[in-house]
């Protein structure tokens, strides 16, 4: 069975965020010895809540990518938001488009969630 899963926010509140970190937590605890891959995409606003100014959210989120959690980042949200690659959390991979992404993991069987 396919437990793959994309995780897609497009929202500046860090609740939000927090949300799809205490999603993602849990989907890997309840899945324990499964293999699968985990990725959030962010887009729009939500780019802004993965740069360094945002430290308890990504002290959240290092544990989950420890274990594999990748975050995927929108380059056009990006540039629309003026913020340069430096400012962004380590680990984060940088996508041309987000919604571009979330398509290509829903075609490769990624079940899709946003919050």
């Not at 994309?6 to 849990?26: F, G, R």
């Not at 690659?85 to 290509?104: D, I, N, T, Y």
Request: charged content about 25%.
């Amino acid at each position: 069975m396919n437990y793959d899963l994309c995780l897609h926010i497009d929202s500046s509140e860090p609740a939000t965020l927090q949300l799809v970190l205490k999603n993602a937590a849990n989907y890997c605890k309840a899945l324990p010895g499964e293999s699968f891959h985990l990725v959030v995409v962010a887009n729009g606003p939500a780019v802004r809540l993965f740069t360094d100014e945002h430290t308890e959210l990504r002290e959240q989120a290092v544990p989950l990518m420890q274990e594999g959690l990748e975050i995927r980042l929108c380059a056009n949200a990006l540039a629309d938001n003026k913020i340069e690659r430096s400012r962004l959390w380590q680990g984060c991979e940088v996508v041309p488009a987000g919604l571009v992404e979330v398509v290509r993991l829903q075609r490769e069987g990624f079940a899709y969630i946003k919050p």
